[in-house]
């Protein structure tokens, strides 16, 4: 098993390029506590875990989670018998997640109807006036 000096490291350059995120962006998230990299003065080295720490984050962040749901659920994964709590809460979220979408795609559904009947009703008053 390597050593902590033998792991990997990567700089926030790469960190960021590897993501497609801006150097800012990551040190929002170390300055929220969402990741924390190894500081050598001014430079920052990120190992693994940091890296999979960014990767849940930005991949809870697609998804629509806030940043406090996702801290806990990156926290939780650190606690004991954590893998366990973690999904349960996980799978809460979703369920809270997918309930709130769903009824996005109804309201965007509603409007995208009415905008139709609008339209129409629009096309229908420009025809007579032609």
Do not use: N
């Not at 960021?16 to 430079?43: C, M, N, Q, W």
């Not at 190992?47 to 960014?54: A, Q, V």
């Amino acid at each position: 098993m390597p050593t902590r000096a033998d792991e990997q490291t990567w700089t926030i350059a790469q960190v960021a390029e590897e993501f497609g995120i801006t150097h800012r962006t990551v040190r929002h998230y170390e300055d929220l506590g969402l990741i924390s990299p190894e500081r050598h003065g001014t430079k920052r080295l990120y190992r693994r875990r940091d890296r999979t720490r960014l990767q849940l984050i930005l991949r809870g962040k697609r998804l629509g989670f806030p940043l406090d749901q996702i801290r806990t659920i990156i926290d939780l994964y650190d606690a004991p018998r954590g893998k366990r709590s973690q999904l349960q809460y996980v799978l809460d979220q979703i369920d809270d997640r997918r309930t709130d979408l769903e009824q996005r795609r109804r309201d965007l559904d509603d409007a995208l109807t009415e905008l139709d009947r609008f339209e129409d009703r629009c096309r229908e008053d420009l025809a007579r006036i032609t």
